[in-house]
């Protein structure tokens, strides 16, 4: 038997809960988080332990990551992996939680968004144009903004969704109530939008929204199925 598994992540601004409950089912079985990995984390077998983990995001200068994970380990928490700015940390059960109020909830929301806010931003004004120069221009030009606009939906669509995900996560620990929703609703607002414009019409803009859709939602999609099939595999 494999002493050593992957385990797929359904994304941290979107299931951390749902991930951290996941590894303590897990520790239960024997299988404890050695490290991150691609889109997931990979687990070393042990003796079954009952460990609770918990997530932190914060960029740290070589100075001071010393301080920084003694402060958790003398709050019963001990470092685990980092990968950028995210720390994982595991403790027993009873362990005073990392994040015990609001304040600290959201303030751990805002660090991680921090990292890809103004990229997402960028890129998502950058695709914008790139489409509104494919309806103001013909022939090759035409044709090459188009590609790189597919292109770049790959990874626009995913991490604006993303960085709302992170806010919708930030306002709601914050008790904005609205915004929150907002955030939440948005992508449906958006895809209906989308489904519309789609019905009402058949000229060149659905094939390009089409194309778009499939490269930022199917592509990605497409990835996270294929890694998943090939944790399962190894394990």
Do not use: C
């Not at 239960?28 to 932190?56: A, C, N, P, Q, R």
């Not at 994982?88 to 304040?103: M, N, W």
Request: charged share 20%; hydrophobic share 45%; no cysteine.
């Amino acid at each position: 038997m494999s002493k050593q598994k992957y385990v797929m992540s359904g994304g941290l601004a979107f299931s951390e809960n749902k991930d951290m409950e996941k590894l303590h089912r897990l520790s239960l079985e024997g299988w404890h988080v050695s490290d991150f990995s691609f889109m997931g984390y990979t687990l070393e077998k042990g003796e079954s332990s009952d460990y609770i983990y918990s997530i932190d995001y914060r960029s740290l200068e070589e100075d001071e990551a010393e301080e920084y994970f003694d402060f958790f380990q003398s709050s019963g928490w001990t470092h685990i992996t980092s990968e950028g700015n995210i720390h994982l940390f595991r403790a027993l059960p009873g362990t005073k939680p990392i994040h015990s109020d609001q304040e600290t909830v959201a303030e751990k929301h805002d660090n991680s968004g921090k990292p890809i806010k103004w990229f997402a931003i960028s890129l998502s004004f950058i695709t914008l144009l790139l489409l509104l120069g494919i309806f103001t221009s013909t022939g090759d030009l035409q044709n090459t903004l188009t590609i790189i606009t597919i292109i770049l939906s790959v990874i626009a669509i995913p991490t604006t969704w993303t960085v709302m995900a992170i806010y919708k996560n930030k306002w709601k620990a914050e008790g904005k109530k609205g915004l929150a929703i907002l955030m939440k609703v948005l992508p449906v607002l958006l895809l209906i939008l989308i489904i519309l414009v789609i019905v009402d019409d058949h000229n060149s803009l659905v094939r390009y929204l089409i194309s778009m859709l499939i490269g930022g939602i199917a592509v990605p999609a497409a990835i996270w199925g294929v890694m998943s099939l090939y944790y399962k595999w190894k394990s």
